[in-house]
């Protein structure tokens, strides 16, 4: 009998039940339960019957990158947690990264390469073979590439990072095309541009909030979905019980987010006024002397407009405390402002987001532990060039209407779902002669596809990531498959290193693991000579065996210092929304739920999972003040349509104190009309009714900044919750500081969080 190594074997058994491998048929397996497919003396690599084994790799549930561990049973995999070597989450795991298990043997999934038969949006998808599909895709692209008319072929991808994303390029430009563009709905475009026009610096430096001492966040949900938030929690927790000292936090937004109820002070400010109210900061930082840089009198000059009293009529903050604020993160060392979606998502979210930068550089946080750390460029990094914003995502629709594109390539991208319905890109991409897709999942994109050729889940494939967020050091970590594919499915690397072949432009890699591998072999040979071992498959090994690889040199950078020209561009102007107050009187706020934006609510544990703040399960629901439900005479539980200038959704009202009057608030996620059993029908999508109003500093959709009107339906549904009113067991677990009960004002808030 031949040896048989790891990956052959789990070949046999990973898709479960009885198979035929190696010459032995397993018919006796039933009867005879003690005997093994394998004898013990030619066991294959990693094997031992009956003994977990575990195996490093990357989450890909969203784009932190955190390092897991899996581990494995006869070639199952069976438990997914956090890497206790990976920098980035130190062991710890979100209950989305947890529930990856759920992709790898969702009853869903692609199960082989399909075919819309019956025309496209007919969902009548048939089984085709391998080479069918691969031939009719190659065809299409093999006419283009001979006629010199590459560009007339785009890809869209999720956004990818590492050597995957190196293959892309290459494919892309093999076929003559420079459509490649990178998709996530959540990518921090605004803060790149922010700290290129402030620092110089594109890259997204490293925000220590475990040794800060004083945090002021503006709209950043660092606890729950904004960059790392799983890093994020293990810095709150260590500034909060590590060495002599108790971090002070303070969370500035409309409506409390789940880093707001763990905030020591949560100030409900105007929506779309954190830049003016962080430039008030400022004013009084360097008006009273706490800041005394050379360059005083340009900071005098810019700041002059933005009173205390001034400030305070606009966000509807009082002066007595933006001047708290002010001298209390002036005085604490170090302290650290971050500004996250709530503050960005706006009209002038790129001001923003440079006036928090601004607030960072007066107090001397930038380049010091417990602030603002640029990290090394992390090599590995897709080009921002690259990544889509919704201005780009409108240039391609808008090629797609023209006429000009007559391929698409989707990559487990669906921006059919995060994109508003007013932006026209569905109907546009219907105009696209031929669409493939290489996705695990139909849902609302890959329902457009000619094609679908399934890619493996990130539980089956090899790949790396290198996150650009970092930890203040360049990392690197090893994406390796844990188990065998279970469906008749291919690694995406391997899909286009096949299609590439086909076009008579072939890679000079045989697979994605050789692709990988190399990559990672020249990150090796350039390695300076104290991390090198005795070779690269020994260097190889240790990194499978690891999961990760980095360098601890923290970059202490000398770009803090903004030069004048961008000091006299400082300013934060008033915030634009859509739609007529007085038709409109409420700002809509869509927000990150546990199911991020979409992409995990085809998982039946985050459909189960009960919402942090609120504690409800499966659906959607409307947020509203206690105050604004009482003056419109609607309870919890009462169907509403919630309508903007673009369209109207439906959902429940939730009756929530920790919101301001004037905003409401809508989880994102729900209201897939595609994407498997546990997310069609289910719930409503918030994105749909937004309108396109965009930053243009940025290119995102501005998606704070639509306003609505609730219109009452008279129809009444019970909101499915894990818990009981918020006065449990006698206790005011939430309390506002003022007015009667449920009926707070404005300037009644904030809510004080009870410590336990």
């Known amino acids: 009998m031949p040896n048989i190594d790891r990956r052959d074997f789990i070949k046999l058994v990973g898709a479960g039940g009885v198979g035929v491998g190696a010459g032995v048929v397993l018919r006796e397996s039933i009867k005879h339960p003690r005997e093994h497919l394998i004898p013990h003396v030619l066991a294959p690599e990693d094997y031992s019957s009956g003994v977990a084994t575990w195996y490093n790799s990357v989450c890909s549930m969203c784009s932190a990158g955190c390092g897991i561990s899996v581990r494995t049973r006869e070639g199952r995999a069976k438990k997914i947690e956090g890497n206790p070597s990976h920098a980035v989450n130190q062991g710890g795991l979100c209950a989305v990264g947890q529930a990856g298990l759920q992709v790898l043997y969702n009853p869903d999934r692609v199960t082989g390469p399909l075919l819309q038969a019956a025309g496209r949006g007919s969902d009548d998808f048939t089984q085709i073979t391998w ?127 789940p880093s707001g109820s763990a905030a020591d002070e949560w100030i409900p400010a105007r929506p779309g006024t954190e830049g003016i109210l962080a430039l008030g900061l400022a004013h009084h930082i360097v008006a009273s002397g706490h800041y005394e840089g050379d360059d005083i009198g340009a900071w005098q000059e810019v700041l002059s407009a933005y009173t205390l009293a001034r400030v305070a009529q606009e966000t509807d903050v009082s002066e007595s405390t933006l001047r708290q604020l002010a001298e209390s993160f002036a005085n604490t060392h170090p302290s650290l402002a ?63 209407r023209s006429g000009e594109i007559d ?52 539980l089956e494939s090899w790949g790396d ?15 390796q498959p844990v188990v065998a594919p279970l469906y008749d499915t291919k690694a995406t ?87 007529d107050a007085e038709v409109y009187p409420f700002v809509l ?31 959607s629901w409307v947020e509203m003040n206690p105050k604004t439900a009482k003056d419109l005479g609607l309870t919890e539980g009462d169907l509403v349509d919630v309508e903007s200038p673009e369209g109207a959704v439906r959902a429940p009202i939730l009756v929530y104190p920790a919101i301001r009057p004037d905003v409401i608030a809508m989880p994102i996620g729900q209201g897939h009309t595609n994407y498997g059993r546990y997310a ?70 904030p809510i004080t969080v009870i410590p336990t």
Not at 141 to 164: K, P, Y
Not at 688 to 714: C, M, Q, Y
């Open 338 to 400: 971050i500004g996250g979606d709530g503050a960005a998502n706006n009209s002038n979210g790129v001001d923003t987001l440079v006036a928090i930068n601004a607030l960072n550089y007066l107090a001397g946080n930038v380049g010091e532990m417990g602030g603002v750390i640029f990290n090394p460029d992390p090599g590995g990094a897709t080009s921002h060039s690259r990544q889509a914003n919704y201005q780009t995502l409108a240039q391609l629709a808008e090629s797609a």
């Open 493 to 579: 690397g391997d899909i286009v290193l096949d299609l590439a072949r086909r076009v008579g432009n072939p890679m000079p890699w045989n697979s994605t693991e050789d692709c990988i591998k190399d990559g990672w072999n020249k990150i090796y040979q350039e390695s300076d000579s104290n991390t090198k071992t005795e070779s690269f498959e020994s260097f190889w090994t240790a990194l499978l065996k690891a999961g990760v690889w980095g360098k601890k040199n923290h970059r202490m950078t000398e770009t803090s210092r903004p030069n004048p020209n961008t000091i006299a561009s400082i300013g934060v102007d008033a915030p634009t929304f859509s739609g």
């Open 589 to 619: 706020q869509p927000y990150l739920s546990t199911m991020h934006d979409g992409r995990a609510a085809n998982l039946p544990w985050i459909q189960e999972l009960p919402d942090a703040m609120t504690s409800v399960v499966y659906g």
């Open 680 to 749: 069609s029908n289910r719930g409503t999508n918030p994105l749909e009714i937004l309108s396109p109003l965009v930053d243009e500093n940025s290119g995102n959709v501005a998606s704070n900044a639509t306003r609505v009107k609730i219109v009452a339906t008279g129809k009444h549904v019970e909101i499915v919750k894990t818990s009981g009113k918020s006065r449990d067991l006698g206790r005011d677990i939430v309390q506002t500081t003022g007015g009667d009960d449920h009926t707070a004002q404005t300037n009644s808030i």
């Open 131 to 257: 080479d069918d599909g691969l031939t009719r895709v190659a065809s299409r692209l093999d006419v283009l590439r001979a006629a010199g008319r590459g560009n007339r072929v785009a890809v869209l991808t999720r956004g990818t990072s590492g050597h995957l994303a190196e293959l892309l390029e290459s494919f892309g430009q093999g076929l003559g095309t420079d459509r490649l563009l990178h998709y996530d709905y959540d990518h921090p475009h605004a803060l790149h541009v922010a700290n290129q026009r402030f620092f110089g610096e594109q890259q997204l430096p490293y925000y220590d909030l475990a040794n800060t001492r004083h945090l002021l966040s503006f709209g950043a949900d660092y606890l729950a979905g904004w960059l790392s938030p799983v890093h994020h929690s293990l810095g709150f927790a260590q500034s909060r019980h590590g060495g002599d000292h108790r971090g002070h936090f303070v969370q500035i937004e409309p409506r409390m987010s």
């Open 465 to 479: 990531a290198f996150p650009e967020q970092g930890v203040g050091f360049s990392i690197g970590a090893v994406s």
């Open 407 to 458: 391929v698409l390539i989707l990559n487990d991208a669906n921006p059919v779902f995060t994109m508003p319905v007013a932006s026209g890109f569905k109907a546009a991409l219907e105009q696209i002669p031929f669409i493939v897709s290489l996705s695990s999942f139909i849902d609302e994109t890959s329902a457009l596809a000619d094609v679908i050729l399934p890619s493996h889940t990130y």
